[in-house]
Antibody, heavy 121, light 111 residues
Framework: QVQLQESGPGLVKPSQTLSLTCTVS??????????WTWIRHHPGKGLEWIGN???????YYNPSLKSRITMSVDTSKKQFSLSLSSVTAADTAIYYC?????????????WGQGTLVTVSS | QSALTQPASVSGSPGQSITISCTGT?????????VSWYQQHPGKAPKVLIY???NRPSGVSNRFSGSKSGNTASLTISVLQAEDEADYYC???????????FGGGTKLTVL
């Protein structure tokens, strides 16, 4: 059974870069059937899709965040990562990593528990 | 503000049924039959309850059912149980530049 676990700093200063890693266990990250995804949940608001990465490194980012996002994958460590630059208080959220079947319409079928990132000086 | 609109909270007593609505637009719920529902207990990972409007993944109780009419999707939970107390989120595939959108979430309280 696949499990995902987010890790990274819980506090980031404004204007700095938020960096998170998701570790995949119970399944291979090398999969033609899945993309690996970051989603965030702002306090009091809905969930927001951030971006997807395929095991080859191919990415698909949310256009509203694209200029600040970098996603990467390390298949040897079974990890994928998110970097979000120039953060502000508006980036304070719970960040989730998830697995997404490659079929565009399929649901996000496995999620991590989420990690709270607060942007504050 | 979320792309999809859900009530902030609903409540019901054990044994009753409740319905959670999720309203979108003609670019998402109204156009595609690709609505998903997720359940999240406090401190836990979200879990898929419903996909493609009304399909349940293996292992999900048949007390959970989904439907859609126009731009609004609905999740119905029948024979409410205490363990159903959780947050519920809807999601839809869209034709917009952001391909997946979510609701703000609905907190279900079992009285």
């Amino acid at each position: 059974q696949v499990q995902l676990q987010e890790s990274g700093p819980g506090l980031v200063k404004p204007s700095q870069t938020l960096s998170l890693t998701c570790t995949v266990s119970g399944d291979s990250i090398i999969s033609d059937a899945h993309n690996w995804t970051w989603i965030r949940h702002h306090p009091g608001k809905g969930l927001e899709w951030i971006g997807n990465i395929f095991y080859t490194g191919s990415t698909y980012y949310n256009p509203s965040l694209k200029s600040r996002i970098t996603m990467s994958v390390d298949t040897s460590k079974k990890q994928f990562s998110l970097s979000l630059s120039s953060v502000t208080a508006a980036d304070t959220a719970i960040y989730y990593c998830a697995r997404k079947p490659v079929h565009l319409w399929a649901p996000f079928d496995c999620w991590g528990q989420g990690t709270l990132v607060t942007v504050s000086s | 503000q979320s792309a999809l609109t859900q009530p902030a909270s609903v409540s019901g007593s054990p044994g009753q049924s409740i319905t959670i609505s999720c309203t979108g637009t003609s670019s998402d719920i109204g156009y595609y039959n690709y609505v998903s529902w997720y359940q999240q207990h406090p401190g836990k990972a979200p879990k898929v309850l419903i996909y493609d409007v009304s399909n349940r993944p293996s292992g999900v109780s048949n007390r959970f059912s989904g439907s859609k009419s126009g731009n609004t999707a609905s999740l119905t939970i029948s024979v409410l149980q205490a363990e159903d107390e959780a947050d519920y989120y809807c999601s839809s595939y869209t034709m917009n530049t952001i391909p997946w959108v979510f609701g703000g979430g609905t907190k279900l309280t079992v009285l």
